[in-house]
């Protein structure tokens, strides 16, 4: 009995102390809804109260998302509402993310981490917009667009736009992929990809899902990369031959951009490697790389971590050999 009760008091103290210590819950980002646009009154809406309140944001929206403009943007915007194909996809956003609290605890623990590991960087104010299916996110000075149509766990919507988002992509348009998603192009923002070489890139974007899966972001690995369970799984089995492949092949220091985007982009599956590979192998090689080398020099923070340039430095202290 008394050890039941030592036990109890143990479990007590470890969550009252979780909580003291998970200073994130206390941490909230602005949330704002622009996706509600797609249903007010055209009469009564003002262009220059959309321009006020979402500064550049909203100059994004409406000339390369929406075209709404100024001159005409009653009728512009009784336009967009009016049509056909947005109803069902709009009330399946009200369905689903009229309550955004679940979304926004995601995204505020994202950020809190992000501030603790860049406490320079500004913190975006998170925009959910709804694009008739134009763009998945969009970042800007100092904020976060999502567009809520492109996370509504419906395949009928993206089966008609392959010629948008190829079939491959279409896993990762679901609702638990959106924060990860969303906090990944706005680190691709921040932290823009200067080319180079293959190696280059793949440690770059190493550094990316490394940072999301460690600190941001709480999803499995394969959420963090894009992945189906079976496609990560496909990776680990195949750690080997992919890294032998990519040396064999004399890709790491090739500078053909043409080349490098086969391994680094969406993709149905990775030239050279069977259909069953997915595409991006890079990308999760290079995260590979950075989690070993991260392992091994763990006095190193991760702003420090993305101011090394030296992709061969990082490769050879990761001491990366699989």
Request: hydrophobic share 40%; charged share 20%; glycine share 4%.
């Amino acid at each position: 009995m008394k050890k039941n009760i030592y036990y109890l008091v143990f479990i007590a103290l470890f969550l009252l102390l979780s909580c003291v210590n998970d200073k994130s819950s206390n941490f909230e980002i602005e949330i704002k809804r622009l996706d509600d646009i797609y249903k007010v009154d055209p009469l009564n809406a003002s262009y220059k109260n959309y321009a006020d309140e979402y500064g550049y944001f909203w100059s994004i929206y409406s000339r390369n998302v929406i075209f709404l403009p100024a001159e005409s943007f009653t009728d512009s915007l009784r336009a967009f509402q009016l049509e056909q194909d947005f109803s069902n996809p709009y009330n399946d956003i009200i369905n689903k993310y009229r309550d955004f609290s679940h979304y926004k605890k995601k995204l505020s623990r994202a950020f809190y981490h992000y501030h603790i590991a860049f406490p320079d960087k500004i913190i975006p104010v998170i925009v959910t917009f709804f694009g008739g299916f134009n763009y998945v996110a969009i970042a800007t000075d100092s904020t976060l667009g999502i567009g809520l149509e492109m996370f509504l766990d419906n395949e009928n919507y993206y089966s008609n736009l392959t010629h948008k988002y190829p079939k491959y992509m279409h896993q990762q348009f679901k609702s638990e992929n959106l924060t990860s998603v969303a906090v990944n192009g706005w680190l691709e923002s921040e932290f823009p990809l200067s080319y180079g070489d293959f190696l280059t890139q793949m440690i770059h974007y190493g550094k990316i899902k490394y940072v999301l899966n460690e600190f941001l972001v709480d999803e499995p690995s394969n959420i963090i990369m894009g992945y189906t369970l079976e496609q990560m799984e496909w990776c680990e089995n195949n750690e080997f031959s992919i890294w032998k492949y990519l040396i064999e092949e004399s890709l790491l220091y090739s500078k053909d951009q043409f080349v490098i985007s086969k391994y680094m982009n969406p993709a149905p599956y990775s030239k050279g490697m069977p259909h069953d590979s997915p595409g991006q192998v890079a990308v999760w090689v290079g995260w590979k790389i950075v989690d070993e080398f991260m392992q091994n020099n763990s006095e190193i923070s991760i702003s420090e971590l993305f101011e090394i340039k030296d992709a061969q430095y990082i490769l050879n202290q990761s001491k990366y050999k699989p």
